[in-house]
């Protein structure tokens, strides 16, 4: 695989690049590079300064986040919760134009879905069970949310205000990680996915594709040896750059950090430039069968 990490110095969420130059961060990207950007910040203003705690946390949920226009997951008066609001608006607009002016063919296909605002410290509140464990190397895969090939595509930016990086690992190419779990991946029972469906532990009916990408996610993250042994490199995201990756595909494990923003978007793979990269045509490849129904 090219280099896991690739960097660009682009300054500006709107930034001015010729056919040429989108058509390689896209290709970086898709091929499962982590397009890291060292001078893109996303600047608070001094009334936002106060922000710059994790007491803003209420304490049931890990991250506060943007869900349409409600915050959730913060404490505040009415006056603080909006101007909350408002600020992870402003980073969501910034993240949404940053997206499709550098991947013009995204725009007709992207959904935008949660924006997060993480106050707390990496690994100050214990995960509540290795699943949930971050800090292991894993892709991303939700089991209430089956996405049926569909892209996760998300933006970063570490906004700490004193110096610290975001550190996260970052582990082999999706297919090489795919060849080494599926083996023990065993095939779905007959009528679960109905069953999880009709049940509403889904919110729609879990594909084959989602099956294995949840199986992968589960084995990665509970295989220590994997964890300790697999080729991997550390990367640490200094405040005021952004990095964006499709983290339904990076290896990825958070190690270390506060202060940070994320925006996360759907993208199915008819928006591609190359869906060849794609887990779902990864998998499908090694697996010589469809995974989802066409
Ligand atoms: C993750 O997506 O697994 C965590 C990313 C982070 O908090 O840095
Ligand atoms: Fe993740």
């Not at 959730?72 to 006056?79: K, L």
């Not at 690994?123 to 991303?140: E, N, Q, Y």
């Not at 060849?179 to 469906?197: D, G, T």
């Not at 589960?218 to 990367?235: I, S």
Request: glycine share 4%; charged share 20%; net charge positive.
């Amino acid at each position: 695989m090219q280099d896991a990490i690739q960097s660009f110095d682009i300054r500006d969420w709107k930034p001015n690049l010729t056919a040429a130059e989108t058509e390689k961060v896209a290709l970086n990207l898709e091929q499962g590079a982590v397009i890291h950007l060292p001078t893109l910040g996303f600047s608070m203003t001094n009334d936002e300064q106060k922000f710059y705690s994790p007491s803003w946390l209420n304490g049931q949920r890990k991250n506060i986040s943007l869900e349409g226009l409600n915050v959730r997951g913060a404490t505040g008066s009415i006056n603080d919760l909006t101007q909350m609001a408002s600020m992870i608006t402003r980073y969501a607009h910034q993240a949404t134009q940053l997206i499709i002016t550098l991947f013009p063919n995204y725009a007709l296909y992207l959904n935008t879905a949660r924006t997060s605002y993480r106050p707390n410290m990496v690994g100050a509140v214990a995960a509540r069970s290795w699943k949930k464990d971050d800090s292991r190397l894993h892709v991303d895969a939700f089991p209430s949310r089956p996405n049926h090939g569909e892209r996760i595509l998300r933006v970063f930016t570490n906004v700490n205000p004193e110096n610290v990086s975001r550190v996260w690992r970052v582990g082999e190419a999706f297919e090489q990680a795919a060849q080494h779990f599926l083996p023990n991946i065993k095939p779905p029972v007959p009528f679960s996915a109905s069953l999880l469906s009709a049940i509403g532990i889904t919110k729609r009916k879990r594909s084959e594709y989602d099956h294995i990408m949840l199986h992968l996610h589960d084995h990665m993250k509970a295989d220590l040896d994997y964890q300790k042994n697999t080729q991997q490199q550390a990367v640490n995201f200094a405040p005021g750059s952004t990095w964006i990756c499709f983290s339904d595909q990076v290896l990825h494990a958070a190690m270390s950090g506060q202060y940070m923003f994320e925006q996360t978007f759907h993208l199915p793979i008819a928006g591609q430039y190359h869906s060849e990269f794609s887990p779902l045509h990864v998998l499908e490849k090694l697996q010589k069968r469809q995974l989802v129904k066409r």
